[in-house]
C-alpha cells in the first residue's frame, strides 16, 4: 500500500523560500503524477503544480512565477520550492499522487502546515 | 479555469438520513468529476472518481452520479462517521479545481 510522508520547515518570514519534501513508500515514483496542493486555514483546496519521474512539471498559472518542483529518483522523493512567501500562503500543504494528468489524488500526505508571520 | 460551485454549503441532518450534495461546474466536465471526504486535521480522502466510480475501500452507502456541468454525491444512510466536509473536483481541463466544499453537520 502506497504511502506519502512529507516534513519540511513550518514557520516562515515574509520573502523567504518554503521548501518541503514528500517521501513516496510501496511504490515507485515511475508511471504516476506527483502533486503538491494547499489549503488555507478554513478554506478550499488549491492544486499548486506536479512531476513525473523525469522531471516533467506542471504548475497551476497562479503560482508558476515562484514555484519550483524538482524529483530524487534514487530516494523515490520529490520536493516542492515556492519563493518570496507572504502571509497569503499560510496554508496546510499536502503531496498526493495521481494517475494521469489532470488527475485526481489519491492517496494524500498527511499535510504540513506553514505559517507565514513576521 | 473551470469554477466548481457547490451546494448547499451546510447540510445539517440526522444519522440515518440521506444526504444529497451537489456541484455544479462553470462548463462541461464531461464525466471527470471526483469527490472528497475530510474530516478536521486529515488530509481529503478520495470517494468517487470519473463521477460515478467509488474508489477502493469506499463503503457502497457512497454514490456519485451526473455528466457535464451537474453532479451529485449521495450518502444513503449517514453513519457518525460520514459528518465532514466534502470536495468536488474536475480534471477535465487544466489546471484541476475544486469546489469549496460542503460540510455535512450533524442536525
Known amino acids: 500500500q502506497v504511502q506519502l510522508q512529507q516534513w519540511g520547515a513550518g514557520l516562515l518570514k515574509p520573502s523567504e523560500t518554503l521548501s518541503l519534501t514528500c517521501a513516496v513508500y510501496?511504490?515507485?515514483?515511475?508511471?504516476?503524477?506527483w502533486s503538491w496542493i494547499r489549503q488555507p486555514p478554513g478554506k478550499g483546496l488549491e492544486w499548486i503544480g506536479d512531476?513525473?519521474?523525469?522531471?516533467?512539471?506542471n504548475y497551476n498559472p497562479s503560482l508558476e512565477s515562484r514555484v519550483t518542483l524538482s524529483v530524487d529518483t534514487s530516494k523515490n522523493l520529490f520536493s516542492l520550492r515556492l519563493n518570496s512567501v507572504t502571509a497569503a500562503d499560510t496554508a496546510v500543504y499536502y503531496c498526493?499522487?495521481?494517475?494521469?494528468?489532470?488527475?485526481?489524488?489519491?492517496?494524500w500526505g498527511q499535510g504540513t502546515l506553514v505559517t507565514v508571520s513576521s | 479555469e473551470i469554477v466548481l460551485t457547490q451546494s448547499p454549503a451546510t447540510l445539517s441532518l440526522s444519522p440515518g438520513e440521506r444526504a444529497t450534495l451537489s456541484c455544479r461546474a462553470s462548463?462541461?466536465?464531461?464525466?471527470?468529476l471526483a469527490w472528497y471526504q475530510q474530516k478536521p486535521g486529515q488530509a481529503p480522502r478520495l470517494l468517487i472518481y470519473?463521477?460515478?466510480n467509488r474508489a477502493t475501500g469506499v463503503p457502497a452507502r457512497f454514490s456519485g452520479s451526473g455528466s457535464g456541468t451537474d453532479f451529485t454525491l449521495t450518502i444513503s444512510s449517514l453513519h457518525p462517521e460520514d459528518f465532514a466536509v466534502y470536495y468536488c473536483?474536475?480534471?477535465?481541463?487544466?489546471?484541476?479545481?475544486f469546489g469549496q466544499g460542503t460540510k455535512v453537520e450533524i442536525k
Open positions: 498526493a499522487r495521481g494517475r494521469q494528468f489532470p488527475s485526481q489524488f489519491d492517496p
Open positions: 510501496g511504490e515507485s515514483l515511475s508511471a504516476f503524477y
Open positions: 512531476i513525473i519521474d523525469s522531471g516533467s512539471t
Open positions: 462548463q462541461s466536465v464531461k464525466s471527470y
Open positions: 470519473d463521477a460515478s
Open positions: 473536483q474536475q480534471r477535465s481541463n487544466w489546471p484541476p479545481t
